[in-house]
């Protein structure tokens, strides 16, 4: 299974900008889909975030014109830069990718071990 590490959580204050990083180890396989979900407290897993293999992105609403998101594909890394942060961002954000392995055309899913951002003064 591809294993994937997330960094660059912390405490930020309301206006602040934060940047998380994810990245896919091992080998063999192509990485379709790159995303980033969120949980707060109480709430459901959410989608903030999300890019293909060639680039093309969606956001949810609640996150547009302040996160982008951004892939090596060398790498293997996702990265998403948030920006005019506000307390309700406050989560716990997930790195996920949705992968194949090379000659098959299976998709398996796979998470990252999630990430605090709180967003408070």
């Known amino acids: 299974q591809v294993q994937l590490v997330e960094s660059g959580g912390g405490l930020v204050q309301p206006g602040g900008s934060l940047r998380l990083s994810c990245a896919a180890s091992?080998?063999?396989?192509?990485?379709?889909?790159l995303g980033w979900y969120r949980q707060a407290p109480g709430k459901e897993r959410e989608l903030v975030a999300s890019?293909?293999?060639?680039?093309?992105?969606n956001f949810a609403d609640s996150v547009k014109g302040r996160f982008t998101i951004s892939r090596d594909n060398v790498k293997n890394t996702v990265y998403l830069q948030m920006g005019s942060l506000k307390p309700e961002d406050t989560a716990v954000y997930y790195c996920?990718?949705?992968?194949?392995?090379?000659?098959?055309?299976?998709?398996?899913?796979?998470w990252g071990q999630g990430t605090q951002v709180t967003v408070s003064s």
């Open positions: 890019i293909t293999s060639g680039g093309s992105t």
């Open positions: 091992g080998s063999g396989f192509s990485i379709n889909l």
């Open positions: 996920n990718a949705q992968y194949v392995w090379v000659g098959s055309t299976y998709k398996y899913n796979s």
